[in-house]
């Protein structure tokens, strides 16, 4: 028998809608564990959509900071994920 986590990262590859629930749930829960402290409290993900990752921090400094971070940021949360939902990630400044 199959555990209800696995089907519904199945069924989140083909479909859409399903990929950005579980994306959205996964990479907010899973970011603040990859990034650490001082990250986590001015950095948030704030949207998925289209195999983009979308992130705001605080301060232009953080922004600078996780720039240096996308691609390992990117390959952590799509191993968590549990396949390559993730294509891209954009940090911006939070206005």
Do not use: H, Q, W
């Not at 519904?8 to 996964?26: D, G, H, P, Q, W």
């Not at 994920?81 to 939070?94: E, R």
């Amino acid at each position: 028998m199959r555990k209800l986590g696995e089907v519904f990262k199945e069924v989140a590859r083909n479909n859409n809608i399903i990929k950005r629930l579980l994306v959205s749930t996964i990479s907010k829960e899973e970011f603040f564990k990859i990034i650490g402290k001082p990250f986590n409290e001015y950095c948030r993900v704030t949207g998925f959509s289209k195999g983009i990752l979308r992130i705001e921090c605080d301060d232009n400094i953080y922004v600078t900071e996780l720039n240096f971070f996308k691609e390992k940021i990117v390959e952590e949360l799509n191993k968590r994920i549990g396949f390559k939902a993730i294509n891209k990630v954009v940090i911006k400044l939070k206005r």
